[in-house]
């Protein structure tokens, strides 16, 4: 039994979240010579469903190479990441306060997919998971969105909205795991985490 994991992910929600679950955890960061952004690149007409499952294995990719040169205490890492998509275009992070809006433009009224996926790995062994959920916003105005935006909520968020904040006054109806729209699919994590010898 793996008394505790790394947690390769800046999101605080994602650590609050293992904490749910009663995993003891340790952040595992890039480290500033590390280009973490650059991982979360589409390439050219990706589906949603491949492009957040890759970007996953790459973030777990690097997180156990810096496992491995920090001469780290073995233990289990997870990583997990989140895409926002409209059909089939994928809606990342945005870039300023102006992309936000034009994102939630397109959000307001309408159905979209949320897809989270999460890896993790144990020595030599991988596990993954991916969990699809659906959010449908209400109609919004322009100064609707422009008030979200203004409270800087958006920022560094898939699709530019968190589930667990302001942007819940808004979402009209979802389906699927609410901790998957928030960035970590508890059942999946627990199944995942289970399979390689964590308590959950």
């Given amino acids: ?3 505790f994991i790394y947690l390769a992910s800046q999101s605080p929600r994602r650590s609050q979240l293992l904490d749910q679950l009663d995993v003891a955890h340790t952040l ?25 499952a890759r970007v996953t294995g790459l973030k777990l990719d690097a997180a156990v190479q810096r496992l491995k040169r920090q001469g780290l205490p073995p233990a289990p890492v997870l990583c997990a990441d989140t895409t926002v998509c409209l059909g089939r275009e994928i809606l990342g992070k945005p870039v300023d306060p102006a992309d936000a809006v034009r994102m939630l433009q397109r959000l307001a009224g309408q159905s ?10 144990k020595g030599g062994r991988r596990v993954s998971a991916l969990s699809e959920s659906w959010v449908r916003f209400a109609p919004m105005t322009l100064a609707q969105i422009r008030a ?6 958006p920022m560094g968020k898939a699709g530019a909205y968190g589930v667990q ?17 928030m960035g970590l699919p508890l059942f999946e994590t627990a199944a995942l985490l289970r399979s390689l010898g964590v308590r959950c």
Avoid at 28 to 52: N, T
């Fill in 1 to 3: 039994m793996s008394t």
């Fill in 28 to 52: 595992l960061l890039a480290g500033p010579d590390e280009d973490a952004e650059s991982l979360e690149a589409v390439h050219g007409q990706e589906a949603p469903a491949r492009y957040v």
């Fill in 112 to 121: 979209h997919r949320v897809l989270t996926a999460v890896a993790a790995q």
């Fill in 148 to 153: 979200y935006v203004a409270t800087g909520e």
């Fill in 165 to 181: 904040g302001r942007a819940a006054a808004h979402i009209a109806q979802m389906r699927g795991s609410y901790s998957g729209i």
